[in-house]
């Protein structure tokens, strides 16, 4: 992915098939579907790819036992398929993982259990392994530092986890293989028309300023908890689509849950269910459901989820979290369709997906979940060759590996997610191949390189927050380590002393806001 080279193609192609708006989940989805059935396709994104919702989540390919509980049966089938094929897709990038309820009441296993062989049911071919229930000797075996006061046993099933942001930058790199053009820090800021049907964006380049029209056939507006802006462009009195609900997840040493188990906690305070989950030799916990007014790009966390998310977890641990352990904080805003009534709470909102089409020909995608992110593309393109007239072609990737596929990947190695890429990033310099510039985490001077070079990477932020995960598991040591990184930056891209200090200055700000 060159971005120079895709900005020049803007002046080379007279009119697109399809413009992508956003780079989150949905639109790199739709971008790599879109390119493989052959359309010409765009996709623009206004910061860095993921940098919004889709670099934030739980971290869980999943079909959601809480849906189970909330009825929501379509959706949980929908995504028990879309998780078992995203595993078979993507094997370096999403894992089977296990997670144990612990239970209090005598009641509470054979409960859960019941409802986890439903969910087992649901999968069918491509479950990841029977649910089974556990008495207290081996619920202890599993998870060592749960909570012993008052425990009777608990239930183990299966769910599939992966890193977002990564998964992100490598459906990226799937669309520029079969051909799309993608393109960061490209902000859309208008819609053009003709005779009242929408016939492009006009575009700004966030780094050189430089202001584009670009014509389409079809426009996609994929920009997550932003649509309503883009609806807006196209339509400037359009009743509000997106119900916009946030959620936090705290991240905490290894030490508060020992072995390689999450924890699921299927009723918290507020009715709904949280989650303790291995992550890179961190703990993310996690998360809330909060409605909220504004749209931020950096959305903070409110005290009280901090509060409820620390209370609730350590209450299943023996040893409690408090907020000076807590490495990392991060809040994501989740783009919830809103309802006819919008009358129910946010927990209550189905993720399904939703597909609009304005009058003028805008096509919206809106919710959705980043486990089912292949069927809103399959959805959405299905829906723009009949807006766009474009030949009708089938959808081929059910079975299309993602980007550096490679069937046994070695977990225990932290670039298990460059798949297949891993080894050619190690022999970039083999000498520094596994020095980690931290002890905290793994980052090596080889991965800074490829994510500038191979990744489209810009800036700090991109390669500390989203190429590599730094900010998200220890915010305080990311912001130790970010000078040397600036530094190596700076060598590679021939930038001087000023742009270092104003990397650092602008990325500073931004790490703040992850640590308490
Ligand atoms: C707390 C939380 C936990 C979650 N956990 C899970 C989970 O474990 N598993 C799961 O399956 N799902 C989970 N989800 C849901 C999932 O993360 C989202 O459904 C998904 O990431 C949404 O992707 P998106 O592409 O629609 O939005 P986004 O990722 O937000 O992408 C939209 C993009 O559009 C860009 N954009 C906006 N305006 C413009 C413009 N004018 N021009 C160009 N680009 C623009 C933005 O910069 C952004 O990058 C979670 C969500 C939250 C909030």
């Given at each position: 992915?060159?971005r120079k ?158 890193d ?16 799309a ?31 584009k ?11 997550g908890v ?33 072995g390689?188990?999450a924890?699921?906690?299927?009723h ?94 805008l ?80 980052i ?26 730094c ?16 530094a ?28 308490l």
């Amino acid at each position: 992915m060159d971005r120079k080279a895709n900005l020049e193609q803007l002046d080379q192609v007279a009119e697109w098939d399809v413009v992508i708006i956003g780079g989150g989940a949905s639109g790199l989805g739709i971008a790599l579907d879109s390119a493989n059935r052959g359309y010409k396709t765009l996709l623009l994104e206004k910061n860095d790819f993921a940098k919004g919702t889709s670099s934030r989540s739980t971290k869980l390919v999943h079909g959601g036992v809480r849906y189970l509980q909330n009825g929501d049966i379509s959706l949980v089938i929908e995504a028990l398929k879309e998780r078992g094929i995203m595993r078979k897709n993507a094997p370096h990038l999403v894992r089977d993982l296990s997670f144990v309820i612990p239970s209090y009441d005598w009641w509470n296993s054979p409960f859960y259990g019941l409802g986890l062989k439903v969910y087992d049911m649901m999968a069918g071919k491509l479950g990841l392994g029977p649910s089974t229930v556990l008495d207290r000797e081996e619920t202890l075996a599993i998870i060592p530092n749960v909570n012993k006061e008052g425990l009777k046993g608990g239930v183990i099933y299966h769910d599939g986890q992966f890193d977002d942001a990564r998964m992100a930058i490598s459906l990226a790199l799937t669309a520029n293989q079969e051909g799309a053009c993608l393109i960061n820090y490209t902000n859309v800021i208008g819609l053009t028309k003709e005779k009242d049907l929408v016939t492009g964006v006009r575009l700004i380049d966030q780094i050189s300023g430089k202001e584009k029209t670009i014509r389409s056939k079809v426009v996609v507006n994929a920009t997550g908890v932003f649509s309503d802006k883009i609806i807006a462009l196209d339509q400037p009195d359009a009743k509000r689509m997106i119900r916009p609900s946030q959620g936090v997840h705290l991240v905490i040493e290894k030490s508060f849950l020992a072995g390689a188990h999450a924890i699921m906690v299927p009723h918290t305070s507020d009715g709904r269910v949280l989650f303790a989950v291995p992550w890179n030799d961190y703990v993310v916990v996690g998360t809330t459901d909060t409605p909220v007014n504004e749209t931020l790009e950096e959305p903070v966390a409110l005290e009280n989820e901090i509060e409820f998310i620390l209370e609730n977890a350590g209450a299943y641990m023996t040893k409690k979290p408090m907020r000076k352990d807590v490495k990392s904080v991060f809040a994501g805003l989740r783009p919830l369709a809103a309802s006819e009534n919008n009358k129910e709470s946010t927990k209550e909102v189905s993720r399904h997906h939703k597909i609009t089409v304005s009058t003028s020909g805008l096509i919206s995608v809106l919710g959705g979940k980043w486990t089912t992110y292949r069927k809103i593309a399959e959805d959405t393109v299905d829906t723009l060759q009949a807006v766009g007239g474009l030949p009708e072609r089938q959808c081929n990737t059910k079975t299309l590996p993602v980007f550096g596929y490679e069937s046994h990947s070695n977990w225990e190695d932290p670039m298990h997610y460059y798949g297949t890429e891993s080894k050619k990033i190690k022999a970039l310099n083999p000498k520094k191949a596994t020095l980690s510039l931290s002890n905290k985490f793994f980052i090596s001077e080889n991965q800074i390189l490829w994510a500038i070079e191979k990744e489209m990477a810009i800036n700090l932020e991109d390669i500390l927050a989203r190429r590599t995960r730094c900010l998200f598991l220890n915010a305080f040591e990311t912001e130790k380590i970010a000078p040397k990184v600036a530094a190596i930056m700076a060598k590679k891209l021939g930038h001087n002393k000023t742009w270092i200090k104003n990397e650092l200055t602008q990325f500073i700000s931004i790490i703040k806001k992850y640590q308490l």
